[in-house]
């Protein structure tokens, strides 16, 4: 199962755009990337998803370099409401069974 | 189209006693998850199951937890002889049927309290 290694915490003011990178040097080749939110005292919430280049919705950008070793969650204009855990995931069905793999997330502190 | 819902929210049981997580997934669902996730800590997964069937159980502790999703009803987590170390937030995720579950949908929680 492919290891991701992202920062412990970022800091950041309101209006900035934030970025968080995550590694998975040893991503597989149907592995897909996802990133969730979880806010204090709730669960996790999906945020976006990708296999390569660039997805956009309209919470969140994501890029994804063409090696795939890493990943970089793209915030534009952060508010205090971002403040929250955000994790990044590799894998997918057929890899794991289902199940999520959770690391330990990176803990965004947006200040006024 | 409500969410995952999860009761309690917040449970409180003396050691030895026995806990009762309940999971309704949302409508259309039928893959049901349990993570665990101890204070300060991310999320573990604990058991994967669809409707009548444990699918995986590969993080579930061996003696004194089980779970199960009946063909009719909510899905259950149980603890039995609850001890201090079980002091948690157990979350349940469902996913649609289909061949991804990257994406799943999870409910806000039960908080066990053991005292």
């Known amino acids: 199962l492919a290891k991701t290694t992202q920062p412990i915490s970022m800091d950041s003011y309101e209006g900035q755009e934030v970025n968080i990178t995550c590694s998975h040097n040893n991503i597989a080749t149907n592995d897909y990337i996802t990133w969730y939110q979880q806010f204090p005292s709730q669960g996790p919430r999906f945020i976006i998803q990708?296999?390569?280049t660039k997805v956009t919705n309209e919470v969140a950008s994501l890029f994804i370099p063409a090696d795939r070793k890493s990943s970089t969650l793209s915030l534009p204009r952060v508010s205090l409401s971002d403040t929250a855990v955000y994790y990044c995931?590799?894998?997918?069905?057929?890899?794991?069974?289902?199940?999520?793999?959770f690391g330990q997330g990176t803990e965004l502190s947006v200040k006024p | 189209n409500a969410g995952v819902m999860q009761n309690p929210r917040h449970l409180v049981r003396r050691r030895g006693q026995e806990a009762r997580l309940r999971c309704s997934p949302m409508?259309?669902?039928?893959?049901v998850y349990w993570y665990r996730q101890l204070p300060e800590e991310g999320l573990k997964f604990m058991v994967y199951?669809?409707?009548?069937?444990?699918?995986?159980e590969s993080g579930m502790p061996k003696e004194r937890f089980s779970a199960e999703f009946p063909k009719e009803g909510p899905s259950i987590l149980r603890i039995q002889q609850v001890v201090r170390g079980d002091s948690a937030a157990y979350f349940c995720?469902?996913?649609?049927?289909?061949?991804?579950?990257?994406?799943?949908?999870f409910g806000p929680g039960t908080r066990l309290t053991v005292l």
């Open positions: 995931l590799v894998g997918g069905f057929y890899n794991q069974g289902g199940k999520l793999i």
């Open positions: 199951l669809q409707k009548e069937n444990i699918i995986d």
């Open positions: 409508k259309g669902h039928s893959h």
């Open positions: 995720a469902s996913s649609p049927p289909g061949p991804r579950v990257d994406e799943q949908f």
């Open positions: 990708g296999y390569k």
